[in-house]
Structures are given as C-alpha cells and as structure tokens.
C-alpha cells in the first residue's frame, strides 16, 4: 500500500489548491508580447503575427492568449515520428477532415531540447538559433508555427524569454542566421497543437461518431506545457475551478467522458529527460507507482489521456515491465489527438496507430463498441497490398493510395 493511501484523496488534493489569480494588471509575471513588439519597431527581430482566423483564450493569470485555426506550420516532434506516429497522423487527419489548411514542412529540424534537458553539451546561442531557424523557415512559407511537442513547446518559450532579454544573445544569432540568409523572427504566440485541439474541441464533438460517455478518463498535463514559463497554459474556471489546465481535459468533457481528479495529478509522468538516459528504472518505478497505480487506485479508469510525447511514451511503455512484476496496471495511454481522431471515427490502425502502444487497448475498444478486429483484418490487407507494390500509405495521410487508379 502506497504512504498517500492512508490519506484520503480530497485532503491531499486540498492541499494542492492554490488562489486563482486572473487579473493581467496584477499579474506575478509580465506580457512578452509588448517587450517582443518593442524589439520590432527598433528593428531587432521580425514579430510573426497570429493569423486570422484565430480564437482567443485565457491564460493561467488572465493574458489573453490567440489560437490560430488554419494555415499553420506543423514543427513535427522527433519521438511523435518516431515512437508514437499514430499521435502526429491524427492531428494532421483532424485538419483535413474539417478542410483546414495546413503545412507539414519537409525542412524543420528537431528543437534539440533534448541536448537542453537533458545532455547540457550545449550552449545558449547554439539553442535560440536552432529555434530561430525554425521559425524563420516557417515565416517564409507564410504559415504560422504549431508545436508538436511539449517539450519544444516549453524550450522554445523559454528561448523566447532569452531572445527579448539577452541582446548579447540576439546579436549572435543574428550572426548565426546571416550566414543562413534568414531573418530573425518570433511568433507572436507559441503555439502547442493541444491548444488547438482545445479550441476546435466542439467541433470535434459535433463530429463525433464513437459514444465516449460510458467511459473515465484520467488526464496528464505535460510538465513542459504548464510547469515552464506557466503564464503561457490555458486555464478555464470551469475546469476544476482553474486549478488544472484546461487544455485535454475540457477536450475529453466535450466528447462526453468523464474526467475525475486523482492525488498526483501535479506529478511528472516520470520522463523527465535527464533521468530517462541515466536512472531508466527511476522513470519506470515513478511512472508506474506515483501515476498509473494511484489512477488505478483511486479511480480506475478505462484510459488515461495526455499531450506531449514523452509522456505517452513514459507513462503507455512503462506497464509492460511493471506488469511482469504484477504491479496493478493494464490502463491504455493515448493523446487527446488521437481520442478526438477515434471519436470521429478514424481507423485505429492506419490513423491511429494502436498497435504501436503497448499497454493493452483491446478493452476500451471493446468498451467503445468499436470492432477492432475487422479494423486489423483491414490494416493486414493494406499491409499485403504494400508488400505486393500495389498500395502507398504516408504517415502524414493515413489513406491508402491504390496504384495504378
């Protein structure tokens, strides 16, 4: 038995709230975007402004915060592609089942926040550059920049910090990037794709086939969204009293699901970066005892829902060791990409990717009435047909192309 066992749930999470502050007057933290605009006019770098049309929300201390909703620049993340590709096909199938334009550049590099969390062989300049690069590229295509990930999501805001305070820094990368021909630019707003998901969320369930209200769902907020630079996260007063971030789980409430509380909502999911190279087991152990046992204590839902990659990864792969240790898991982990793409009725295989997810799934497919199976025999065809050079499939398009039609 866990030591937060012999507590009950509500006293701990008691102790966790903390006043809602909404005023931007009286704000503990100061809006960037001023200082970012200042910089422009005195022709220190290039302002990217969100583009129309674009919702607009709340931040954590009130700073209204603008969503685009079309022609966005999608910077990819590495483990998405890699580890977790149903996660990047869904959000690219949403915007093309609602007719959205966007843009999967073929020239965007990592973030390599990796080298910034984790390794520390990097340097400040190196970082804001790569960043720098990056949004350059994409204000030269005219699309505006939507972050994939968590963690380039909290980098690259951090980096924005640096940008505007550090002119040492900004003259550098200037340098760095005259050699590439490009301009120094920042976006107005950094923009993670959840956000996205958050405020397309109605129109989501407008579009919703699959019947989500006979099912709970526990939700993780990446440490990278809302614990680094943490004025810039969505909250909403109506979502546990502002006391989470609104982003997925307002999400899964508009599919119908029900999202209870649990104690260690405010826990890393055990990633971490640094300790995920070096202390494997720690991540392990702390994904499974202090996130998937304590939802599977308290609540025992039938998924759990996030929104960063490494968080998926962590909190989905770590189960398989634990259960050879028959410590109490078995609960699917998926993005609020993915969920929102199931609900309306996306292939589990070609978009979704499930097979790629270790933690076992076949329950809640069961559960959402959905018949996997014939789902799989259809996947297998596909897979025969490529095998036999008769079908293409992209990762980015999720449909099969038959040749020769």
């Not at 209204?64 to 909703?69: D, L, Q, V």
């Not at 152990?285 to 998937?292: E, G, H, P, Y």
């Not at 609020?336 to 979704?352: E, S």
């Not at 959905?370 to 079908?391: N, S, T, V």
């Amino acid at each position: 038995m866990s030591a937060t066992s012999f507590i009950p749930v509500d006293n701990i999470l008691q102790k966790k709230m903390q006043p809602v502050r909404r005023d931007p007057a009286n704000a503990p933290t100061h809006d960037i975007r001023e200082e970012l605009f200042e910089l422009e006019a005195k022709g220190e770098l290039i302002v990217q402004r969100v583009p129309e049309p674009y919702v607009e929300v709340q931040t954590k201390y009130g700073r209204t915060k603008k969503i685009p909703i079309a022609h966005t620049w999608h910077h990819k993340s590495c483990g998405q592609c890699g580890h977790i590709p149903g996660y990047t096909a869904a959000v690219f199938w949403l915007h093309r089942q609602f007719e959205i334009d966007y843009l999967d550049p073929t020239d965007q590099t990592s973030c390599t926040g990796w080298n910034y969390y984790a390794s520390g062989t990097s340097n400040p300049v190196a970082q804001l550059a790569v960043m720098s690069r990056n949004f350059a590229a994409a204000y030269e295509t005219g699309y505006y920049p939507l972050i994939h990930c968590g963690t380039s999501f909290g980098h690259y805001k951090e980096c924005r910090e640096e940008i505007v305070h550090h002119p040492e820094y900004r003259a550098e990368v200037r340098r760095v990037l005259a050699k590439l021909g490009k301009p120094l630019v920042v976006p107005e707003e950094i923009v993670h794709y959840s956000e996205w998901i958050h405020v397309m969320r109605h129109h989501i369930a407008e579009s919703q086939v699959v019947d989500f209200s006979n099912i709970t769902a526990t939700v993780h907020t990446a440490c990278h969204y809302h614990k680094i630079v943490a004025e810039d996260a969505i909250y909403d007063p109506d979502i546990f009293g502002g006391q989470r971030t609104a982003t997925v789980t307002a999400t899964m409430e508009a599919l119908g699901a029900e999202v209870p509380d649990y104690s260690t909502w405010f826990d890393c999911c055990g990633f971490g970066f640094r300790h995920v190279l070096v202390q494997r087991d720690f991540t392990r152990s702390f994904a499974v005892q202090r996130k998937i046992q304590v939802m599977k204590d308290e609540v025992n839902p039938d998924l759990v829902v996030t929104h960063d990659t490494g968080c998926v990864t962590t909190l989905d792969k770590s189960q398989f060791a634990a259960k050879a240790h028959d410590f109490r898991v078995g609960i699917p982990v998926l993005s609020d990409a993915q969920v929102a793409a199931l609900a309306m009725g996306a292939h589990p295989f070609r978009v979704l990717q499930l097979h790629w997810h270790t933690a076992d799934w076949r329950p809640l497919m069961e559960k959402l009435g959905i018949d996997w199976e014939k789902y799989w025999d259809e996947f297998q065809d596909d897979l025969e047909a490529i095998r036999a050079g008769e079908m293409v499939m992209t990762w980015d398009q999720a449909d099969p192309v038959v040749l020769g039609v």
